[in-house]
């Protein structure tokens, strides 16, 4: 086996194979950035050498910084995790040059399938079904059109190199044909530096069922099953899960031959996925091929007992693969929900900022965890916004899916936006129980996904008075002289009950609470004649409460966000936010009139697309911006005129900053 490895990755990933190639016996060797200096990938493995700045270009996509890193430490293979140059077949030719091993397919490989043009004309010839498309090489924007409208709108934009979802745009209309193909062009070439488009027939609401392949130097080739990864938000997926439900048998086995026979094609080396879309009658059709091990990888490991990263370091040191298709099968029901710093209320939106609290759930046989970070760390700007996967296994679908809302429910992070309540509605919306799928779940089901927040239940208030009492008396018994009667938080009057008087900001809802003390950290409290007996007891962070003889555990944290102290309190069922309202406060002034266009996260202008003194229409793009490899438009909500331009095409911009100055007419 390798004695030594270099991952050229960061984050989870990273830290994945890190673990398996300890668990063998190998050393490993990480590579850093500037902005991951002190990332838990450097720190685990056993070296880590920096390799340059912040952004990709300068440091994980140098393909010579990582060459050079191996041979400096001595390394006899590299792992590229995914991203970045897991799909670079420059890259993996330059591994060879360099008598380095390359984890994954040979290069022939990766060029082929690496070029969907080229590899729906192989598929084609390989027997794997195809939908309708124009896949050749003359990228003539008019002959484009002229194609989507021979196939039929709708119709998928698709970057010939692309992955991820990004350079990928649906068009509905001929009108919308020119902008979209621009935007997808662009995210194409700053993602893969190749903006070659190909032209697809959408298929409306099918299902996104993909097949692990995996093939040895030595011909053999199994399949170990499939995943559905039909629940997406901008082509990207969110939660997967495996088996895909609702699959007979004698499809499963006609999907897994189809994804052999499309590996074989390409004499195909490695872990590879083969993505299929699955229409309402149980067609299927050839996707593409993904030449590297998957993000949702583990939910296949936990159906199947095997480790995929172990495969593929054994099959790169020349073993044959550890299983034939006779030793494998699916045992149980694995989910994975894939834990984002975004705002899906703000179009899933990426967010940036620091981990100011982070509590996972407890990992066990049936729960796992897999990241690239600890409290404290920053989610920044460079990289994609994935905070972490979280992966549950139970024995059938139905058990699973609670288990999965459980362990959602344990995650907690302060900090930055993340999208975990949003998974919770996922994992219990009845249609996604009942595998009712397709890749416009989110979209059919928006109404119940993007509820209104509702006013916090009263019977949560009492939890969050009774922290602030318990925290006056932990306070005060740590001051210099509790027993003083200038440290006294008791409310004593003569002849009259002790009570406090809580008010309580939730939003923009005050909760105005009497607590009367009735014994040792006992209140019998009334909020909007309501009554509530509470007690309870504070260590830390984790708050023991029983109210009406409910007893409940709370995790609650103190911080700070835009600027204001807040205090966020987490229970089995919920997370809310309040602030204590203190006497002669004041009342804040907006002040903002709201004339100027913010930034609505950090990143880089991409195009500016007005200058001062134009007239612009309702819906026009003014200005476009990237950030954590998302573009994101900045559009008129009405006409009127544009009367400053603060940036110019290139700037890096905080969010919540000012872009342009807009007159409505």
Known sequence: MFGKILIANRGEIACRVIRTAGKLGIRTVAVYSDADANALHARMADEAVHIGGSAPAESYLSMEKVIEAAKQTGSDAIHPGYGFLSENSSFCQLCAENNLVFIGPPAHAIETMGSKSAAKQLMEQAGVPLLPGYHGADQNPQLLKNFAEQIGYPVLLKAVSGGGGKGMRQVWNAGEFDEALGAAKREALSGFGDDAMLIEKYLEAPRHVEVQVFFDNFGSGVYLYERDCSVQRRHQKIIEEAPAPNLPEGLREQM????????????????????????????????????????????????????????????????????????????????????????????????????????????????????????????????????????????????????????????????????????????????????????????????????????????????????????????????????????????????????????????????????????????????????????????????????????????????????????????????????????????EVDHDDGSGFKAPMNGTIVDILVKAGDQVSAGDTLVIMEAMKMEHAIKAPGDGLISEVFYIKGDLVDGGAALLSFEPA
């Open 256 to 587: 897994g031959e189809a994804a052999l026979r499309a590996a074989a094609a390409v004499s195909y080396v490695g872990a590879g996925t083969v993505e299929f879309l699955l229409d309402s009658t149980g067609n299927f059709y050839f996707m593409e091929m993904n030449t590297r091990l998957q993000v949702e990888h583990p939910v296949t490991e936990m159906i199947t007992g095997q480790d995929l990263v172990e495969w593929q370091l054994r099959v790169a040191y020349n073993e044959p693969l550890p299983c034939q298709q006779s030793d494998l099968a699916i045992r149980g029901h694995a989910f994975e929900a894939r834990i984002y710093a975004e705002d899906p209320a703000n179009e899933f939106l990426p967010a940036a900022g620091r981990l100011d609290w982070l509590q996972q759930p407890a990992e066990s046989a049936s729960v796992r965890v897999e990241t690239g970070v600890v409290q404290g760390d920053e989610v920044g700007v460079f990289y994609d916004p994935m905070i972490a996967k979280l992966i549950v296994w139970d024995e059938d679908r139905q058990r699973g899916l609670a288990r999965l809302d459980r362990a959602l429910a344990a995650y907690r992070i302060i900090g930055v936006t993340t999208n975990i309540n949003f998974l919770r509605r996922l994992a219990t919306n009845v249609a996604f129980i009942a595998e009712d799928l397709s890749t416009d779940f989110i979209a059919r089901h928006e109404t119940s996904l993007f509820a209104e927040v509702r006013p916090l239940p009263h019977s949560l208030a009492p939890l969050a008075c009774l922290y602030l009492l318990l925290r006056r008396q932990a306070n005060l018994r740590s001051a210099a002289d509790p027993t003083s009667p200038w440290h006294a938080l008791d409310n004593w009057r003569m002849n009259a009950p002790a009570v406090n008087e809580e008010t309580i900001l939730v939003g923009n809802t005050e909760y105005v609470i009497r607590a009367e003390k009735t014994g040792w950290q006992t209140y019998a409290m009334n909020l909007a004649n309501d009554s509530y007996l509470v007690s309870g007891e504070l260590a830390g962070n984790e708050m023991t409460a029983t109210v009406n003889g409910h007893r409940q555990i709370a995790t609650v944290v103190e911080h700070r966000r835009d600027g204001a102290a807040v205090i966020s309190m987490f229970t089995a069922d919920t997370q809310f936010e309040f602030k204590p309202v203190e006497a002669d406060l004041g009342e």
